[in-house]
């Protein structure tokens, strides 16, 4: 069962988190404030109502996991999104990284290669003020080629390697946010579509995601 009511509580617990996060590095203050503006305790079980605004990754079904917080945002700042533009988003999941970038105003489509988690958010009523989120049931690594090119690509699980089916559906001067990896720890990476079509790669911060995996299930 999921929580749907945003109480003072709620709303305070919001805004240590938010302090949480800044003190940790995040400065883009729109990130900020999507993530004070969402009740992360909506897209978690009511069990988990209390401790959904601490900054850790939480079980959501399917032996995966909502982000945590500070991992959302960080990931958030260096898309360096702006209003409308086309995004695609790899691990639906909980659906908070999708509902972080939507308030943000970009035109946003999402994959999910897991069934029961792309049929909850069908379901799911926080999720219809966003209009401008598409999802889709299917394999993140094919992407989405009849709705390329995107200017963004964010990949929310830990990739072996960057997709090249994704490079491909990224606009010149776009850009992926992607941890790449195999063990237990991933690196955070920005690879930026230059103009003479070559791969700028920047290597960031460590991270600890769920693997991408191939196929549907
Ligand atoms: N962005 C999510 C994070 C969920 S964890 C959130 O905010 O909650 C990563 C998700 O990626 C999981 O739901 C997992 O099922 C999904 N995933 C893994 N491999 C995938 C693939 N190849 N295509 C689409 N989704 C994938």
Sequence with gaps: MRSTEDSYLHKGLRKQLVDTIRQKGITDEK?????????????????????????????????????????????????????????LEIGTGSAYQAS???????????????????????????????????????????????????????????????????????KTGGMMVIPVGTGDVQRMMRITKQENGSLKEQVFDNFSFVPMIEGKR
Excluded: C, M, W
């Design 31 to 87: 990130v900020l404030n999507a993530i004070n503006t969402i009740p992360r305790h909506f897209f978690l079980d009511s069990a988990f109502a209390k401790t959904a605004y601490e900054d850790r990754a939480f079980p959501i079904g399917e032996g995966q996991t909502i982000s945590q917080p500070y991992t959302v945002a960080y990931q958030t700042q260096l898309l360096e999104v702006r209003p409308f533009e086309k995004v």
């Design 100 to 170: 972080v970038l939507a308030e943000l105003g970009v035109a946003l489509y999402t994959i999910e290669r897991q069934k029961p988690l792309f049929d909850a958010n069908k379901n799911f009523a926080y999720l219809k003020k966003y209009h401008n989120i598409k999802f889709f049931y299917g394999d993140g690594y094919e992407g989405l080629p009849t709705y390329a090119p995107f200017d963004k690509v964010i990949i929310t699980a830990a990739a072996p390697d960057v997709p090249q089916k994704l490079i491909d559906q990224l």
